[in-house]
């Protein structure tokens, strides 16, 4: 069964690096999402894209935040200078349906800013 | 700001018993997914409920939703240990393009 995966599972990097987590969704999909979950926190929204361009994004996904689909596979997330609270697990989701609900996730990438 | 209240938050029950889970808003959605999540894992889809009153079974798991697409409920019949997990209700917004997800339901079912 088609799956979304992430990589890496885990990342740990110093305040004020560049981050980048990476997610190849399902292959039919035309839909894109990244969501965090701060540990014991609810999943939040961060950002959708379709079309090749943003379609929504949340007060998170500031400046300091971007999203790309480099080649038609991969969907990447990209801190440019992470916080503390950027700590958290990143997930990516797809949708192959109309208007993009009945999202699948992938595992997610634990990131860890020290 | 939308607000998606799931209920109860924790939930301890003997293996055969039944339990419903709630999920409440004053938000209107346009779908409304069921997702298990295990620690350290991404949300696993169970369900997806579209249309008004529409109510879905997925073996010993029911799924409603509800008339005016406000709320819906997930109810488990004859719960097994293999059922304990976090259950996460999610709905897809009327307007724009995103889940909004609940706080969780984190069910222990014990033999």
């Known amino acids: 069964e088609p799956e979304v995966t992430q990589t890496p599972s885990h990342q740990v990097t110093q305040m004020g690096q560049e981050v980048i987590l990476r997610c190849v969704p399902i292959?039919?999909?035309?839909?894109f999402y990244w969501y965090r979950q701060i540990l014991g926190q609810k999943v939040e929204f961060l950002v959708s894209f379709y079309n090749n361009e943003i379609s929504e994004k949340s007060e998170i996904f500031d400046d300091q935040f971007s999203v790309e689909r480099p080649d038609g596979s991969n969907f990447t997330l990209k801190i440019r200078s992470t916080k503390l609270e950027d700590s958290a697990m990143y997930f990516c989701a797809s949708s192959g349906t109309g208007r993009g609900y009945e999202q699948y996730f992938g595992p997610g990438t634990r990131l860890t800013v020290t | 700001t939308q607000l998606l209240e799931q209920s109860p938050q924790f939930l301890s029950i003997q293996e055969g018993e039944n339990l419903t889970v709630y999920c409440n808003s004053s938000?209107?959605?346009?779908?409304l997914q069921w997702y298990r999540q295990e620690p350290g894992e991404g949300p696993v889809l169970l369900v997806t409920?579209?249309?008004?009153?529409e109510v879905k079974k997925l073996k010993r798991l029911t799924f409603q939703f509800g008339d005016a697409r406000k709320d819906s409920s997930l109810h488990i019949t004859a719960a097994q240990p293999g059922d304990t997990g976090l259950y996460l209700c999610a709905g897809f917004m009327e307007y724009g393009n995103k889940l909004v997800f609940g706080a969780g339901t984190i069910l222990r079912v014990k033999s």
């Open positions: 938000s209107v959605f346009s779908s």
């Open positions: 292959s039919n999909h035309l839909y």
């Open positions: 409920v579209v249309t008004g009153g």
